[in-house]
Structures are given as structure tokens and as C-alpha cells.
């Protein structure tokens, strides 16, 4: 069972998201609130699989309160997907780097929040390939590359190829196809490069290879 907290600053909007979460058979709404601090204490507080979380909200906007729930360095993350009638690139970047697993508008079917929250309930990241690599292509100059030289990774190298295919916003059908090998073979390498690299989702890969300098 996904466990959803549902925040919304408005009234309509929640309850209605609510009610279709609830009407699934592998869904059930952990809870609702209207504003981000009260967003953060009950996710704290509840433990929810998923948080589905508006950005703008009083007092601490969703974007802010994603980043106090999965932004870099929280201890135990939890996973976010953030819904807005606001398709602004600036907000879809400003999300996912605050550590959103996720990005959908409010007005899409209802199927496509339920394929959002399923998906990632499951740890992988709610974005199109094609998206990944428009979103950080306009963005990539924000991300400033570390200290780390690339070679210092401790990938292998055919990971490392794996991962800049990822960055470069190919699907695993793609890159399955681009490196000639199977569909599940490219999985177990996503699933090799999440874990070495301690990453949470691809978005979180394609960011980590930006600022390693393996991409540009």
C-alpha cells in the first residue's frame, strides 16, 4: 500500500486528489495540509511514501519544504512529487534540485498523477528523457562542477558510458540500443551507478555527471 500526504493550499484541489488516491486499491492518503511547514512536521511525523506537494503555499512554499524533506543531506528523504498549475522551467529546475523525485501540472488526468505517485513510490524520477535533457541543457551552466576530478569516480568504465547516455537524457530502450545489450542489462547498470554513487533516481545521475564533468 502507497501511503500519499497530499498538500495543497487549496481546499478543492486536496480533497479531490484525495479522493482519487483513496479510490485506488494500492493507495491509501496518510494525510492533507495547506502550507509547507505543516507539510514538513506531518511527513515527519506520518512517514509517507510519497508527499504530493503544491509550490505555492503560505508561510513555506512547496519548493522550500521539498528541500527541508529530500534536499541534499536530510538523513532519511522522503520521496516528493510536486504538482503545479505552473509550467515555469524555472520551478521545474528549482524542484528537482531541491530534491522533488518528480514534476506533474495539476491539470493532467488523473491517470497520469496516479502513474506519478506509483512510479515514484518506486524510487525512479517522474520526468520524460527528453525533458532531462532540455531541463539541464538550459540549466547545466547553474550547475557548477565539484572538485572531483572525473576519474576519481568509482564507476566502471562501462557504467561511466551508461552514465552519460543518462545525462544526455537517452532512455534504457535507447541506450539499450545505442550500446547494443539488453533492456534488463541496462537496468542492472542504473541500478549498479544509483548505488555506487549513493543517488536516489536518474535526475539525480544526470546532476551528478554534470557536476563531474563527465557531460557538458
Known amino acids: 500500500m502507497i501511503r500519499v500526504l497530499v498538500c495543497d493550499d487549496q481546499p478543492l484541489i486536496r480533497t479531490g486528489f484525495a479522493t482519487i488516491i483513496d479510490a485506488q486499491p494500492d493507495m491509501a492518503v496518510a494525510g492533507e495540509c495547506g502550507d509547507g511547514h505543516t507539510a514538513v512536521a506531518l511527513a515527519h511525523d506520518l512517514s509517507p511514501d510519497v508527499v504530493v506537494m503544491d509550490v505555492r503555499m503560505p508561510g513555506l512554499n512547496g519548493i522550500e519544504a521539498t528541500a527541508r524533506l529530500a534536499g541534499a543531506g536530510v538523513p532519511h528523504p522522503i520521496k516528493v512529487l ?37 512510479t515514484v513510490a518506486t524510487g525512479a524520477a517522474l520526468l520524460a528523457p527528453e525533458v532531462t535533457r532540455q531541463l ?77 564533468g563527465l557531460v557538458s
Request: proline fraction near 4%; avoid cysteine.
Open 82 to 118: 510536486v504538482v503545479t498549475t505552473f509550467n515555469l522551467d524555472e520551478y521545474v529546475y528549482e524542484s528537482l534540485r531541491a530534491g522533488a523525485s518528480g514534476f506533474l501540472l495539476k491539470d493532467a488526468p488523473p491517470a497520469h498523477l496516479l502513474h506519478g505517485i506509483r
Open 136 to 212: 539541464v541543457g538550459r540549466y547545466a551552466s547553474r550547475i557548477l562542477p565539484s572538485q572531483r576530478a572525473a576519474g576519481d569516480t568509482p564507476l566502471s568504465a562501462r557504467e561511466l558510458e551508461v552514465l552519460r547516455l543518462i545525462a544526455n537524457g537517452l532512455s534504457n530502450t535507447e541506450i539499450a540500443a545505442t550500446l547494443v545489450i539488453s533492456h534488463e542489462t541496462v537496468k542492472t547498470y542504473v541500478s549498479r551507478i544509483l548505488t555506487k554513487l549513493d543517488l536516489r533516481d536518474r535526475v539525480q545521475a544526470v546532476v551528478y555527471a554534470y557536476r563531474n
